[in-house]
């Protein structure tokens, strides 16, 4: 979870490390099955977390470009102070990202943030 989820590591490369460092030969298949039993276990963390920054006065918003498959997608996040949420990857980069994810929608801080265009559809967000 930490190289994959965390470093952002692909699964190769993290197959890789493991098999260096570990001496483990897993396949591709293990780590996801590792990675969904994971999401599964933290999820009713994950609530909680969007539920605070929904809540929050203040809270920070950005987004930054990855590589799925071999495709651009986005990770939208909002980041610290805690507590940190990275909502996930999504291959839009606006407005219907931010909706799919649910935070800013229901946010009616205060929100900092780049003053990319797609914050301005959120008429409460200000920079």
């Given at each position: ?87 996930g ?30 914050y ?8």
């Amino acid at each position: 979870m930490y190289l994959t989820q965390y470093q952002l590591l692909p699964i190769e490369r993290n197959r890789a490390v493991l098999g260096d460092l570990c001496g483990w030969a897993m396949s591709p298949g293990t780590i996801q099955v590792c990675i969904a039993a994971a999401q599964r276990t933290f999820a009713p963390a994950g609530d909680q977390i969007a539920a605070a920054v929904t809540a929050a006065p203040v809270a920070h918003f950005d987004e930054t470009g990855q590589r799925v498959a071999g495709r651009l997608h986005w990770l939208h996040a909002r980041p610290a102070p805690p507590p940190s949420l990275g909502t996930g990857a999504h291959a839009k980069h606006g407005r219907q990202a931010m909706d799919a994810f649910g935070i800013l929608p229901g946010f009616s801080g205060i929100a900092v943030h780049d003053g990319w265009a797609s914050y301005k559809d959120f008429r409460r967000a200000t920079m």
